[in-house]
């Protein structure tokens, strides 16, 4: 859950550039940058964002479907 600090909010994050996930803080101004630069990933370029709940629980549902469909009826 995102728990909420004055002007900024952690939440899961995750680096478009190699889709490492982390806690971010997602501050008011659209700034979104690592609570702890350790836990972050290293790349050169990184592209930080807020990563939505429902988004990682869609990944798990998808997953879950793919197994489903691994014998058509077709
Ligand atoms: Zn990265």
């Known amino acids: 859950m995102t728990r909420s600090d004055g002007d900024k909010t952690k939440a899961a ?20 940058r690592p609570v702890s630069p350790h836990n972050a990933c290293s790349c050169d370029d990184p592209s930080y964002r807020v990563v939505e709940e429902n988004e990682v629980f869609d990944d798990e549902d998808e997953a879950a479907g793919a197994n489903e469909e691994k014998y058509p009826d077709a």
Do not use: K
């Open 13 to 32: 994050g995750i680096c478009d550039s190699c889709s490492e996930l982390f806690t971010v803080w997602a501050c008011q101004d659209g700034t979104v």
